[in-house]
């Protein structure tokens, strides 16, 4: 199986979580993924461009993804709401011919080649976790977890809707508690491992979104976690960035360590702390893992 891929990191992994793409791609090399840059590619335009200009949203997607087509590989990324906009957008293409030719007649007046809807839209964790060999996979595993409490936090926008994804989704997912078992970490089973983590709302109402943040690092932690991981850089920013500013709305200390999934595993790899940019996380995640030995 090829595992050579467009990669499309997403608008947050360019500015803000710049140490999420930092860690892909690391990680990516050192498992024998190939990742070839989008040059031309824009933002997916998110949720927000979906309800406001629908049409609009859908010939944004199909210029992606058709310079994705053009290099002759699926696209993956790092981003839970990119992967929704992209899957959504591919799943109609596919499955609604007639929708597809209006939208290349609109993409390919602005000189933009038109989508033959051939590709598949994945994500570097499923493709970490279900496309590389697990004897490579646990061979890549230098300093493994010891037994560490990781809270698995997939979000919403990688499970639901659960038919537009090339890969297992809603409450079958599984792909992070299997990734922490290959690490040699326990999965935390909590109720707040599926729930949004409020970015979304970031703007509309500030504190409904720091209290879900808390609500979810709070029922982690209270499940015994000792870090967090997600697989997406908006959760991220939520989880991580935004955690103080959610002690601040709960009255309560969460103190949870929340780095993205392939930052983890980078460290389990013995890839530098440096190079996955472990100094910008908002939650230092040294003492966790000091405990345990992993680092």
């Known amino acids: 199986m090829s595992l050579e891929f467009a990669y499309y990191p997403g608008c947050a992994a360019k ?112 493709v ?60 935390v089973a909590y109720d707040g491992h599926d729930k949004c983590c409020g970015f979304h709302v970031m703007l509309s109402d500030a504190t409904e979104m720091r209290s879900m943040v808390a609500k979810n690092c709070l029922s982690a932690k209270g499940a015994g976690a000792e870090v967090m991981i997600t697989p997406c850089t908006l959760c991220d920013m939520a989880m991580g960035a935004y955690q103080k500013a959610a002690e601040d709305v709960v009255g309560q200390e969460i103190d949870l360590p929340e780095l993205n999934f392939a930052q983890l595993l980078g460290i389990t790899m013995n890839i530098s702390t440096e190079t996955l940019g472990i100094r910008r996380l908002h939650v230092d995640p040294h003492s966790a893992l000091a405990e345990r030995g992993v680092i």
């Not at 061979?139 to 090339?166: S, T």
């Open 15 to 126: 500015q803000v979580q710049k140490e999420a793409d930092w860690a892909a791609r690391a990680v990516a090399q050192e498992l024998g993924i190939t990742l070839h840059s989008m040059p031309q590619a824009s933002c997916c335009g998110a949720v927000s461009l979906r309800e406001s200009k629908p049409a609009f949203a859908l010939a944004v997607a199909a210029r992606i993804l058709s310079e994705a087509e053009a290099q002759g590989h699926p696209l993956v990324t790092i981003c839970n709401t990119c992967l929704q906009t992209l899957s959504y957008a591919n799943h109609r293409f596919k499955t609604e011919p007639d929708l597809l030719d209006k939208i290349n007649h609109v993409i390919v007046q602005a000189g933009v080649r038109p989508y033959k809807a051939s590709i598949q839209v994945y994500h570097l964790l499923w």
């Open 128 to 187: 970490i976790t279900d496309q590389v060999d697990p004897a490579v996979l646990q061979k890549k595993i230098q300093r493994p977890l010891k037994g560490l409490k990781v809270a698995p936090f997939y979000g919403c926008h990688n499970l639901r809707p659960e038919e537009i994804f090339d890969a297992k989704a809603g409450e079958k997912a599984d792909h992070l508690d299997r990734l922490i078992q290959q690490m040699g970490g326990t999965p």
